[in-house]
């Protein structure tokens, strides 16, 4: 009995025909020829059940490789994209995180041999860059340290806010109470379902909210000072506005209570930046009064993941000792990076803030010339790209960008090198200021290696 021609089995592609294509190389590379056979096997048994097309294996392959993260081209147009793991680190913070990976002189002085502060290069560092603290602290994440500042500060018991050496503001004792007074315009979710109200309850504090959803004014937070008090937070609404009739009061005028002032400023700018006027910078709130101050490493500082508590000595100090701190750490590599970023040079997300939109004209019209001459249906068009990551919601940059049919969107994430680009009305838009004028070459042969099956 023969077989139709018809028959799916009859075009069942040869495992080594399959491994030896070019998209599946890098992956190969990065996770060894067994994975990537084990899933080429699974992937053709999907085309002899019928299930899969043939020309679908490789991305199926690939789809179906248990492990490691991917490197991606963001096309999309938004700086700090956290689905994309928001800054691109430097290339000297790369260079760092590699030097750092083995072992190294974290928690160690060399010229005496002791034991030494770790991470103590990195947060020289951080303190030079921001004169106005008194002294620095990092963390994992900008979340980690809202939970160490309302721990240590407001949540009761031996090591929180009942000790005894507390804060002590005006001559007054004030710190012991359990509340952190925070305005009702405040109350953010940051993202992925996360609330700041629920991860600072989540430590035992207790949430006083003041004011109304547009407006509070210094009078509000005054009115709920009491001997619970532990502090009063101001939290930059860094991924909203809220326009109109709307008031709220200052780091000065909160300052000038006699309490300790935290402000969550969210991005990690560190100085004033004129791109992003309406973004809070951490010496200039250090400045104006707040004790405390935390921020993101990984959104406008384009460092890596981390926590930064920069304020009055004795409240780091207090953070740093508390048993939560150990819980919070970072890791070595989270230093080196951290540390190489602020010694320069500019940063990716800095420069795709900054880039002369002249510049990215250039650079996409010339990978529009490359499709067009291809017979790829590709325009160049004028768009706008963003900040992202919860930062300055209200800025857009001018920018240019290749536009495709829509179909091209999910055939471009299963490339050789996945290219992420955004879909608008329709179309998608490849905007290659967040790519490094390096790779523009690759997204262009991205979109050619496509073009054949989105037709
Ligand atoms: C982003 C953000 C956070 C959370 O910081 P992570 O580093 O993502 O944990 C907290 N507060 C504000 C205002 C933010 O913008």
Redesign the pocket.
């Known amino acids: 009995m023969g077989e139709a021609p018809t028959d799916p089995r009859r075009r069942v592609p040869r495992t080594d025909v399959v491994l030896a294509d070019p998209r599946l190389a890098a992956a190969t590379e990065a996770e060894g020829r067994a994975a990537v056979k084990a899933a080429v096997v699974q992937a053709l048994s999907r085309v002899r059940s019928g299930e899969l097309e043939p020309d679908d294996v490789v991305g199926a392959a690939l789809a179906a490789l248990p492990g490691g993260l991917r490197p991606v081209l963001n096309a999309t147009g938004v700086v700090l994209h ?1 689905n994309l793991g ?1 800054a691109a680190l430097s290339p000297a913070a790369r260079d760092a995180v590699v030097a750092a990976a083995g072992h190294t002189d974290v928690e160690l002085d060399l010229v005496t041999g002791r034991r030494a502060k770790r991470g103590r290069t990195a947060l020289a560092a951080l303190h030079r860059a921001v004169p106005a603290a008194g002294d620095v602290h990092v963390v ?7 939970v160490l500042a309302a721990t240590a500060l407001a949540a009761g018991g031996e090591h929180g806010s009942e000790r005894p050496n507390g804060w002590e503001r005006g001559g007054e004792q004030r710190l012991g109470g359990r509340e952190i007074i925070v305005s009702r315009g405040e109350m ?1 979710e ?2 992925d379902g ?1 609330r ?1 109200p629920d991860l600072l309850e989540s430590t035992g504090a207790r949430l006083r909210e003041v004011g109304t959803t547009n407006r509070t004014t210094v009078r509000d937070y005054e009115q709920a000072i009491g001997p619970e008090t532990a502090f009063l937070l101001k ?5 909203f506005v809220v326009r109109g009739f709307t008031s709220s009061a200052s780091i000065r005028d909160l300052a000038a209570l006699p309490v300790p002032l935290v402000a ?5 700018l560190l100085r004033p930046d004129p791109l992003l006027p309406d973004e809070p910078d951490a010496d200039t709130t250090l400045t104006d009064g707040a004790d405390l101050v ?6 406008l500082l384009g460092g890596p ?3 930064l508590l920069l304020g009055s000595a004795p409240l780091v100090e207090r953070l740093r000792r508390h048993p939560l701190a150990r819980a919070l750490r970072v890791d070595k590599l989270t230093l080196a990076a951290l540390q190489a970023t602020l010694a320069g040079p500019s940063t990716p997300t800095w420069d795709a803030l900054r880039l002369d939109p002249a510049v990215l004209r250039d650079r996409t019209e010339h990978a529009h010339k490359l499709l067009a001459e291809a017979g790829v249906p590709a325009d160049l068009v004028e768009s706008a790209a963003v900040v992202g ?3 300055a919601p209200e800025v857009t940059l001018p920018s240019w960008s290749l536009s495709l049919p829509s179909a091209y969107a999910s055939p471009l994430r299963a490339a050789a090198t996945p290219v992420v680009g955004r879909v608008e009305r329709g179309r998608l838009l490849l905007d290659l200021r967040c790519v490094p004028p390096s790779a523009d070459a690759t997204v262009v042969d991205m979109v050619l290696s496509v073009a054949p099956r989105v037709g």
């Open positions: 956290t928001r994992n994440n900008g979340a980690a340290a809202l953010v940051i993202g996360f700041l939290v930059h609404p860094s991924n969550d400023i969210g991005s990690g935390i921020a993101s490493g990984d959104k993941q981390a926590g990551g919860g930062g």
